[in-house]
């Protein structure tokens, strides 16, 4: 092969190996998000917690303040974005510390009656769900 030829053969070589290698190391073609679900992939939800990517492991409640009170989750896969399914029926935002650690603040009147917060984790526009953790309420603290 002469070199008039060879120069555009490596170059075109080269162009294949740089279109390629990326679909086969993420198994993705263009457009799709790694381990986003796809149409009529099974639904997460009946997933057992440690497979499905959002396990929640601990959560506590601080005592409220003016009207308000602060929790902590601890467990992995979680995401900024993430959200909180607070007693089964209330969403709230959380704020995301890491991939193991979320916090959420809340109005006490979701305190009101209860002794502990049923807790979820889950992930917006996905099937995504945490197991479910029982939060202690704590007492509230005596003034002196």
């Not at 993430?82 to 959380?94: A, M, P, Q, R, Y």
């Not at 510390?97 to 979320?102: A, Y």
Request: overall charge neutral; aromatic content about 6%.
């Amino acid at each position: 092969m002469n070199s008039f030829c060879r120069r555009p053969a490596f170059s075109l070589m080269l162009l294949c190996a740089l279109l390629v290698v990326p679909l086969l190391v993420t198994g993705c073609s263009s457009g799709e998000e790694s381990g986003a679900p796809t149409e009529g992939s099974p639904e997460v939800v009946g997933q057992d917690a440690a497979t499905s990517g959002l396990v929640l492991a601990k959560a506590g409640v601080n005592p409220p303040k003016d009207g308000t009170f602060t929790c902590w989750m601890i467990g992995r896969g979680f995401q900024a974005g993430d959200k909180v399914l607070v007693n089964g029926t209330t969403e709230i935002w959380t704020t995301f510390g890491s991939s193991k650690l979320l916090t959420f603040a809340g109005g006490a009147e979701l305190l009101e009656g209860r002794s502990s917060l049923s807790l979820v984790i889950f992930r917006p526009g996905t099937d995504l769900r945490s197991n479910t953790v029982d939060a202690r309420i704590p007492e509230a603290t005596p003034k002196s």
